[in-house]
């Protein structure tokens, strides 16, 4: 096949030795970090929306964005370009997942026959592709939000006829989603949720929404689907107020409708941002609750109140996520999906290798240094420490259910002369600075 990506090299390990910005100094797919590999570790996927078809339009301005495909004016010839072009691009970083909307694959035709039609002919394009290059799909979706008609949403809508067109285009994606062998199906969104409630019957809409999950469910067992299900948290935009607004929320939407045991949490680090949580607490919120189910791992900005959807270039921000998926056991069969856009002034096609590139290596170093952390017990030891008083004593009593407020009201009449420790926050700051450094410096040493 004709390479498209003409300036897009091969991208390969090569170590921090290395002056050459093309390679990777800290992703080293096959080694080892504790019983896995990197790649095992880090399942990476390629967002097709951002990475095949964002073109760097804004409020402001037009497409920016040089692209092979952008002299062709037929539909589907971008559609068959593009999806070639990802291909490429993912063999040539060594990305092993990609992740689609179905409207990013194949354009939306003049009606619902057209555009699954269209998408049956990338489909198997995407399947040939998939079988040549080994590369996988890590999860499908549909985009129930860019089209007019759902712009009162699509599940939540208060109009039936989208209800029922959302659910066409749902029945779809996850016949699309099951035959490319997808190991999960997201649900982000879109625009569920509301802009005043002046108009607005929330308790119908949220009722709807968990109709809509409840068909979705019933229907991929139904044809055998086998992937995860998972519901993606954002707190604002384009709604002022999405349902699904944080992990806490959707973990009280999915108990209430006895949804809990069907899904499990994509969560956005930047959508933590944005929702006033650190990407940690969402992870650590839903690890707790054993909803942790995959991670869209761009970055925000925290002087910008949007979703900028960055490339991932924070080591702090990446070590403790990788320090939360470690003690979550791992992430399959979720991966760490980019959903990273690059800035509009950062329009040739060389920039996406940059930007997938520095993601990947700031993961990278993200697992060492985390594995590191969690070899050492650092935060483990001090955890329990801190906690002590509740291994034994009335402590004890209190965890194993033995005492009542009565009991209590006894036992702190005889013990009032309370002696706190300190929380050593600084000194452990201090900690996780002294790891980062020395991960990167003297590793090998180590
Ligand atoms: C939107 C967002 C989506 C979902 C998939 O903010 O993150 O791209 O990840 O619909
Ligand atoms: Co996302």
């Given at each position: 096949?004709?390479e498209i990506f003409k300036d897009i090299p091969?991208?390969?390990?090569?170590?921090?030795?290395?002056?050459?910005?093309l390679?990777?100094?800290?992703?080293?797919?096959?080694?080892?970090?504790?019983?896995?590999?990197?790649?095992?570790?880090?399942?990476?996927?390629?967002?097709?929306?951002?990475?095949?078809?964002?073109?760097?339009?804004?409020?402001?301005?037009?497409?920016?964005?040089e692209?092979p495909?952008?002299?062709?004016?037929?539909?589907?010839?971008?559609?068959?370009?593009?999806?070639?072009?990802?291909?490429?691009f993912?063999?040539k970083?060594?990305?092993?997942?990609?992740?689609?909307?179905?409207?990013?694959?194949?354009?939306?035709?003049?009606?619902?026959?057209?555009?699954?039609?269209?998408?049956?002919?990338?489909?198997?394009?995407?399947?040939?592709?998939?079988?040549?290059?080994?590369?996988?799909?890590?999860?499908?979706?549909?985009?129930?939000?860019?089209?007019?008609?759902?712009?009162?949403?699509?599940?939540?809508?208060?109009?039936?006829?989208?209800?029922?067109?959302?659910?066409?285009?749902?029945?779809?994606?996850?016949?699309?989603?099951?035959?490319?062998?997808?190991?999960?199906?997201?649900?982000?969104?879109?625009?569920?949720?509301?802009?005043?409630?002046?108009?607005?019957?929330?308790?119908?809409?949220?009722?709807?929404?968990?109709?809509?999950?409840?068909?979705?469910?019933?229907?991929?067992?139904?044809?055998?689907?086998?992937?995860?299900?998972?519901?993606?948290?954002?707190?604002?935009?384009?709604?002022?107020?999405?349902?699904?607004?944080?992990?806490?929320?959707?973990?009280?939407?999915?108990?209430?409708?006895?949804?809990?045991?069907?899904?499990?949490?994509?969560?956005?680090?930047?959508?933590?941002?944005?929702?006033?949580?650190?990407?940690?607490?969402?992870?650590?919120?839903?690890?707790?609750?054993?909803?942790?189910?995959?991670?869209?791992?761009?970055?925000?900005?925290?002087?910008?109140?949007?979703?900028?959807?960055?490339?991932?270039?924070?080591?702090?921000?990446?070590?403790?996520?990788?320090?939360?998926?470690?003690?979550?056991?791992?992430?399959?069969?979720?991966?760490?999906?980019?959903?990273?856009?690059?800035?509009?002034?950062?329009?040739e096609p060389i920039d996406l290798a940059y930007?997938?590139?520095?993601?990947?290596?700031?993961?990278?170093?993200?697992?060492?240094?985390?594995?590191?952390?969690?070899?050492?017990?650092?935060?483990?030891?001090?955890?329990?420490?801190?906690?002590?008083?509740?291994?034994?004593?009335?402590?004890?009593?209190?965890?194993?259910?033995?005492?009542?407020?009565?009991?209590?009201?006894?036992?702190?009449?005889?013990?009032?002369?309370?002696?706190?420790?300190?929380?050593?926050?600084?000194?452990?700051?201090?900690?996780?600075?002294?790891?980062?450094?020395?991960?990167?410096?003297?590793?090998?040493?180590?």
């Amino acid at each position: 096949m004709d390479e498209i990506f003409k300036d897009i090299p091969k991208i390969e390990y090569e170590g921090l030795e290395s002056n050459n910005l093309l390679a990777f100094k800290h992703y080293n797919a096959d080694e080892k970090v504790g019983n896995k590999t990197m790649a095992e570790h880090l399942r990476f996927s390629m967002a097709y929306w951002h990475t095949l078809v964002a073109n760097g339009t804004d409020p402001f301005g037009n497409a920016t964005m040089e692209r092979p495909w952008n002299s062709l004016t037929d539909s589907m010839q971008r559609a068959e370009l593009r999806a070639k072009a990802g291909f490429e691009f993912m063999s040539k970083l060594g990305i092993n997942y990609f992740c689609f909307h179905d409207r990013d694959i194949a354009p939306e035709g003049n009606s619902l026959q057209e555009s699954n039609k269209n998408l049956d002919y990338i489909v198997s394009l995407i399947e040939k592709l998939m079988e040549k290059t080994d590369i996988k799909l890590l999860w499908g979706t549909a985009n129930l939000f860019s089209h007019p008609r759902y712009m009162h949403g699509a599940a939540s809508s208060p109009n039936a006829d989208v209800f029922a067109h959302a659910a066409a285009q749902v029945k779809k994606a996850l016949e699309i989603t099951s035959r490319l062998g997808g190991e999960n199906y997201v649900f982000w969104g879109g625009r569920e949720g509301y802009e005043t409630l002046l108009n607005t019957d929330m308790a119908l809409e949220q009722d709807n929404l968990a109709r809509f999950f409840t068909m979705a469910v019933d229907y991929a067992e139904k044809i055998g689907f086998k992937g995860q299900f998972l519901l993606e948290p954002k707190p604002k935009e384009p709604t002022k107020h999405q349902y699904d607004y944080d992990v806490a929320n959707v973990i009280a939407f999915l108990r209430k409708y006895g949804l809990e045991d069907y899904f499990k949490i994509n969560i956005e680090a930047n959508h933590a941002l944005l929702a006033g949580h650190t990407f940690q607490h969402e992870l650590h919120y839903a690890r707790i609750n054993q909803m942790l189910g995959s991670i869209d791992i761009n970055q925000g900005d925290p002087l910008l109140g949007w979703d900028t959807d960055q490339f991932p270039t924070n080591l702090y921000a990446t070590t403790l996520a990788m320090y939360e998926i470690l003690k979550n056991g791992g992430i399959k069969p979720g991966g760490l999906n980019f959903d990273a856009k690059l800035r509009r002034p950062s329009f040739e096609p060389i920039d996406l290798a940059y930007g997938h590139l520095a993601g990947m290596d700031t993961f990278a170093y993200g697992l060492k240094v985390a594995h590191r952390l969690l070899e050492d017990n650092v935060l483990e030891d001090h955890l329990a420490e801190r906690y002590k008083s509740y291994q034994s004593g009335i402590g004890l009593d209190i965890v194993e259910g033995n005492l009542d407020f009565e009991g209590l009201n006894e036992y702190a009449l005889k013990n009032d002369q309370i002696i706190n420790a300190s929380g050593r926050q600084e000194m452990l700051e201090s900690i996780i600075n002294n790891y980062l450094i020395m991960g990167g410096v003297i590793w090998e040493k180590m």
